[in-house]
């Protein structure tokens, strides 16, 4: 079991950076690959981004490459989210989530632990 809790959303302008956490519990974090979604209102969520378990290799969705960063520190249980030079069209929920697999997944589907998520509001 792994629970997730993430935190460092707020509104902030367009061009401004913003540092999503995820933080774990439960002994199975650090052999966990997470991932970072979002959903804006009435969408699908989204992948964003992953990271496996030992933070050898990332995974970015296109609209964000260059912009997001995401990293893991396995000791503090945490994961997190950089994200630079915000765009109104990153206004979104970022939820965080964890699945006990081996390889990256980009599918919503194929994560079992999920966060509250936490809103993202970017403004023009």
Known sequence: QVQLVESGGGLVQAGGSLRLSCAASGRTFSSSVVGWF???PGKERDFVAAISR??????????????FTISRDNARNTVYLQINNLKPEDTAVYYC???GGV???TTPG???YWGQGTQVTVSS
Do not use: C, L, N, P
């Open 97 to 99: 989530a964890a699945t």
């Open 38 to 40: 979002r959903q804006a």
């Open 54 to 67: 030992s933070a050898s290799t990332t995974y970015y969705a296109d609209s964000v490459k260059g912009r």
């Open 110 to 112: 194929m994560y079992a």
């Open 103 to 105: 390889r990256i997944m």
